[in-house]
C-alpha cells in the first residue's frame, strides 16, 4: 500500500514542479525585456508581431505605450497594441485602445486604420437580429462616419459591405418585432414596423417577407383594399416567388370581399 501512495505522490509532485519552472521561466523572460531600453523593447515587440505572436506582443507594446510617454516610439506601440488585441478577438479592449489613439494622436498615420477597425470591433460586438441592435447601430454610425472622412479610403470596399450588412440585420430586427405583434394580435404596432420596411423600396428577403405578412395584417384588419395594393406590388416585384400561388388566392379573396 505504501508503494502504490509513493507511486500516487510522485506524478502529483512532478506537475507542481514543471508548474513552478514554467512560472519562473516566464517572470525570468518578463523581466528581461522589462529592464531592456525602449528601442530594444519596440524591436522585440516588432519581432513577435511580425510572427503573430499578439498575447505576447501587445504585454511589450502596452509596457511602452503606458510606461515611456514622451518617447517616439510610443505612438506607434499604441496602434501596435490596439491591433493586437484585436487581432486577439478581444473587440472591447480593441476599440477602447483605437480610441485613446484617435484622441491621443489626432494627427497619426493610423487614423484612418483606428476609424475603420473601430467600426468593425462595433460590428463584432453586435448581435443576431433576434436582440438588441443597439452595437450595429453603432457600427452603421461609425462605417458611415468613415466614408465621410475618408471618401476614397483605402477601407472603402469593406466599409460599404459592413454598411450593408448592418442595414440588413436591422431590416431584420424590425420585421421580427413587427412578426412577434402579428403574433400577439396587435396588428398597429405590427405595421409600424412592417411599414417602415415597405416604405424603403427595397428588393431583398426582408422586403419579400414585410409585405407579405403586412398584407396578411391588413387581411385581418378586414381592410381588403389595402391588403390588394400591397398584395399586387409583392407580384410585381418578385414575379418568380414561391408564394406566388397564394398570393393570387389571397388577391381573389380580398377581391370577394371587397364585392360583398
Not at 506537475?15 to 528581461?32: G, H, N, P, Q
Not at 448592418?166 to 396588428?187: S, T
Not at 412592417?194 to 385581418?220: F, S
Request: one cysteine or more.
Amino acid at each position: 500500500m505504501k508503494e502504490n501512495k509513493i507511486i500516487i505522490y510522485f506524478p502529483k509532485m512532478l506537475c507542481v514542479v514543471l508548474i513552478l519552472i514554467l512560472l519562473i521561466s516566464c517572470s525570468k523572460s518578463a523581466s528581461l525585456w522589462k529592464n531592456m531600453g525602449v528601442q530594444r523593447k519596440m524591436q522585440l515587440a516588432e519581432e513577435l508581431f511580425a510572427k503573430k505572436k499578439y498575447s505576447k506582443a501587445s504585454e511589450i507594446y502596452k509596457q511602452i505605450t503606458y510606461g515611456h510617454k514622451g518617447s517616439p516610439y510610443v505612438q506607434e506601440a499604441q496602434y501596435k497594441y490596439a491591433e493586437c488585441l484585436f487581432q486577439q478577438k478581444l473587440y472591447e479592449d480593441a476599440k477602447y485602445e483605437f480610441n485613446e489613439l484617435i484622441t491621443l494622436y489626432p494627427d497619426s498615420p493610423y487614423i484612418e486604420t483606428a476609424d475603420y477597425r473601430i467600426g468593425v470591433c462595433w460590428w463584432k460586438l453586435s448581435y443576431p437580429y433576434p436582440y438588441d441592435q443597439s452595437e450595429t447601430k453603432n457600427a452603421l454610425s461609425k462605417f458611415k462616419q468613415y466614408l465621410q472622412l475618408y471618401p476614397e479610403g483605402k477601407y472603402k470596399k469593406e466599409a460599404q459591405n459592413y454598411i450593408k450588412k448592418c442595414k440588413i440585420r436591422i431590416l431584420k430586427k424590425k420585421y421580427e418585432n413587427g412578426y412577434i405583434y402579428y403574433k400577439l394580435h396587435n396588428y398597429n404596432s405590427a405595421l409600424l414596423y412592417l411599414e417602415e420596411i415597405i416604405e424603403l423600396n427595397l428588393h431583398n428577403e426582408v422586403d419579400k417577407d414585410a409585405l407579405y405578412l403586412a398584407a396578411k395584417v391588413y387581411i385581418e384588419k378586414k381592410e381588403y383594399n389595402k391588403a390588394k395594393n400591397l398584395l399586387q406590388k409583392f407580384l410585381d416585384k418578385y414575379p418568380t416567388d414561391k408564394r406566388i400561388v397564394e398570393i393570387q388566392e389571397m388577391i381573389s379573396k380580398s377581391d370577394a370581399k371587397l364585392m360583398h
